[in-house]
């Protein structure tokens, strides 16, 4: 890391720990009511000064709660470049599905085209918060429909291992042996294909599945769903090495679908999926 740079995190971090020190400790002096008003409208405060990042479509804003979410902003353009570019290259008019849309960088930046319809599920309750705060924040409410759901092989309640305490992060429905989380969560899954049947969406032209270890199950759940004409494209973070994931290719290669983009980023890789002509 250049000198300068840590040099300024450093400073950063010092700053930020003296004056939340100091926050809390006036706070603690207060009587409790005046305490809860305070600290109460100080923190709405803070979460509702947007931070904004430019792209090449415009300005979008974004609510900080927790580091993570700082991350997730600030790396819009560069956490997973070719998949804004796989955005950017959506005929207009088109459906879009965001599976496992966190706080919602990339519906964001799809619904920020205005010719897109996008349907965003996120089954965090934390993480669902800041979606819709974002869509908000953004004036995007009308193109994005945000549903707290997770989609799977069958229509279940699921628990997550969670915090919600912990914003921005990628939960599991299986849990992380690397990065357990205290927390639990209950959340409703249905399929793709009940979606269709049971609420009459639009069929999607355009999938995202960012979700841990269900990608196999999601597709499982949307076979009728992704033979229709309609459906054009999938972009899913998979690794062609992996067992669990070669199983996925093999059933869209069933489905109709060919690997037509390979992309890796930090340890993951992204596999772009289109149906053949």
């Known amino acids: 890391m250049d000198e300068a740079v840590s040099g300024g995190t450093s400073v950063y971090k010092w700053i930020v720990h003296a004056e939340t020190k100091r926050i809390r400790r006036t706070l603690r002096l207060l009587p409790p ?43 819009t353009l560069t956490k997973q470049p070719e998949t804004i570019t796989w955005i950017d290259s959506f005929k207009p008019q088109s459906v879009f599905w965001d599976i496992g849309a966190n706080v919602g960088v990339y519906s964001l930046y799809a619904a920020q085209r205005g010719d897109i319809s996008v349907t965003a599920f996120e089954p965090a ?38 915090s919600q305490f912990d914003p921005a992060r990628s939960f599991s429905f299986k849990g992380k ?20 049947d049971e609420y009459q969406l639009p069929c ?17 759940g949307g076979m009728r769903t992704l033979q229709r004409a309609e459906m054009r494209e999938l972009h ?36 772009t999926f289109s149906k053949r002509a």
């Not at 690397?178 to 927390?183: A, S, V, Y």
């Open 177 to 196: 042996k690397r990065d357990p989380q205290p927390g639990r969560q209950a959340a409703l899954i249905v399929t793709i294909d009940q979606l269709m």
């Open 125 to 162: 309750a934390v993480n669902y918060f800041l979606l819709t705060a974002n869509c908000e924040l953004n004036g995007l409410e009308e193109r994005i429909d945000c549903l707290l759901l997770g989609l799977g092989e069958e229509k279940t309640l699921g628990h997550m291992q969670i």
């Open 33 to 75: 009511p005046v305490r809860a008003k305070v600290q109460s409208a100080l923190t709405l405060g803070l979460i509702g000064e947007p931070f904004h990042v430019e792209t090449p479509r415009g300005r979008l804003a974004f609510t900080l709660l927790g580091l993570s979410t700082a991350q997730r902003a600030i790396a």
């Open 236 to 271: 899913i973070e998979a690794s062609e090495d992996s067992p669990r994931d070669r199983q996925v290719i093999e059933t869209l290669e069933q489905l109709g679908f060919a690997v037509t983009g390979r992309h890796t980023h930090f340890d993951t890789m992204d596999l």
């Open 204 to 220: 999607p032209n355009y999938i995202k599945i960012d979700v841990p270890h269900l990608a196999g199950a999601i597709v499982r």
